[in-house]
């Protein structure tokens, strides 16, 4: 974790997001976790959690461990707390688990803003709302925030841009990254078929004044010049 801190001060970030996985083993020493961010000039923008959200049997089970997700997350300071996912169930996705989703969604964005977090819906690929669609049916279900991840969107098969336009009431976060045309490979920003500066239009027209988080899931390069490199294509956008 200490290599990981250096690395995206290194990079030139000034904070970081993380899975509350990687919180977990500091549960007994938060505030030594704490001191390490700030040792490195840095805050915590967010914390990412997911779960299954559609077989209301798990319910409890996964309150008590988003309870503790975000309690960890409030404890290091953070902003954002993101929530991805939603099962599909082998027979394919049912118009009632957008509805079962949706509501449960809804039971851990007010726990989230009971604790000070900024509560938000990060569509995935591979979960319950990966396309356009799939997304609609969701957020029509809940009042969530978006996390617009522009990546999965693209890679989902929507328009990043028309999606932040038609949630721009309630985009609650961003996440910017890449993508590959025909792999849906994720890359360094300005290194795939993304309108980044199209994206970026849309988030500002949507009055978005808040974190933004370069990610970069399975990139095989070397990762701390590919986040150097994500950041000068930023400081080259409005967004500098």
């Not at 300005?190 to 949507?206: H, N, W």
């Amino acid at each position: 974790m200490n290599r990981t801190l250096e690395s995206i001060a290194a990079a030139g970030y000034s904070g970081l997001e993380l899975f509350d996985g990687n919180l977990l083993p500091f549960e007994g020493s938060i505030d030594g976790f704490s001191q390490a961010v700030a040792a490195q000039g840095l805050a915590v923008a967010g914390v990412y959690s997911g779960g299954h959200f559609i077989y209301p049997d798990a319910h409890e089970d996964e309150l008590a461990r988003f309870d503790r997700s975000i309690a960890l997350a409030a404890a290091v300071g953070a902003r954002h707390y993101v929530i991805g996912g939603g099962a599909i169930r082998s027979s394919g996705r049912r118009d009632e688990d957008y509805r079962v989703a949706g509501e449960f969604l809804d039971r851990i964005a007010e726990r989230a803003t009971s604790a000070g977090l900024v509560a938000s819906y990060h569509p995935h690929l591979g979960s319950l709302a990966q396309a356009p669609d799939q997304i609609d049916a969701l957020f029509a279900e809940t009042s969530i925030g978006l996390c617009a991840d522009v990546a999965h969107i693209a890679a989902g098969g929507g328009d990043p841009v028309n999606v932040i336009a038609r949630y721009a009431d309630r985009l609650a976060y961003v996440h910017l990254k890449d993508v590959e045309a025909t792999t849906n490979a994720f890359l360094p920003l300005g290194e795939g078929v993304l309108d980044l500066d199209a994206v970026i239009d849309a988030v500002v027209e949507a009055g978005y004044d808040d974190w933004i988080t370069v990610e970069l899931d399975g990139y095989p390069g070397d990762q701390d010049a590919a986040a150097a490199r994500s950041l000068r294509f930023l400081q080259g956008t409005k967004l500098a």
